[in-house]
């Protein structure tokens, strides 16, 4: 059991932009079209919504796809974010609604101070890419709740930005949110801390008792 830990989205948080709903748009316009704002709109669950987009996506395409996430342009604020996390001793623990190994290339010069990466994987063998996560329930491919209960915090804070945080936000003690998850959560009611770049959620930890202002390397 962790005392306390970060669970942080990727796409369209720790990324400026949502690089996995631009992959799909990208790689499969059409059904992307289609189909995302069905979700977004919480007319279609993510555990049916997202195999129509991705798993008409052919597998010899997914070289195209590493590639096109490579030069992604990360928030402000991550170093300063996960080097205060590790002073203070605090996991900080990547969850994604999109490919965990997207997450990994674009975090691959971070890896050592990041945790653990959960997210959507890929089965290549087939003629088309077939996705599914050791995490997926009846409702959502990375049930981002069943990750949070898999580490046990005694206390955590959840980072997110869209659709895919927010079963996890209404849960989760501490929530930093954004865009369309704080939307959704003011719209419910259910209280937040906004935030623009990690710096924000930086300063908003140190004020809940995280750690000292100054407790990070400049």
Not at 164 to 175: E, F, H, S, W
Not at 184 to 195: D, S, V
Request: net charge negative; charged share 25%; aromatic share 10%.
């Amino acid at each position: 059991m962790l005392a306390k830990a970060i669970f942080c989205d990727f796409d369209g948080t720790i990324t400026e932009i949502e690089i996995f709903v631009a992959l799909m748009r990208h790689f499969a316009p059409e059904s992307a079209a289609a189909i995302l704002p069905e979700i977004y709109a919480q007319r279609l669950s993510l555990r049916e919504g997202l195999p129509r987009i991705l798993e008409g996506i052919p597998s010899r395409r997914w070289p195209e796809m590493e590639d096109f996430v490579r030069d992604t342009v990360l928030r402000p604020g991550l170093v300063t974010l996960l080097d205060a996390a590790r002073q203070a001793e605090v996991p900080f623990i990547v969850v994604t609604g999109g490919f965990t190994r997207m997450a990994e290339i674009v975090l691959a010069p971070y890896r050592r101070a990041v945790h653990a990466i959960h997210g959507l994987e890929v089965d290549l063998t087939g003629p088309n890419l077939r996705v599914f996560s050791p995490w997926q329930d009846t409702r959502e491919l990375v049930a981002k709740r069943q990750v949070l209960d898999h580490y046990h915090p005694a206390t955590a804070v959840c980072i997110g930005d869209s659709i895919t945080d927010l079963r996890v936000a209404r849960d989760c003690p501490l929530v930093c949110a954004r865009d369309r998850l704080a939307q959704y959560l003011e719209a419910e009611g259910k209280a937040f801390i906004p935030f623009e770049t990690f710096d924000d959620v930086h300063a908003a930890l140190a004020r809940q008792g995280w750690w000292q202002e100054q407790s990070y390397a400049q």
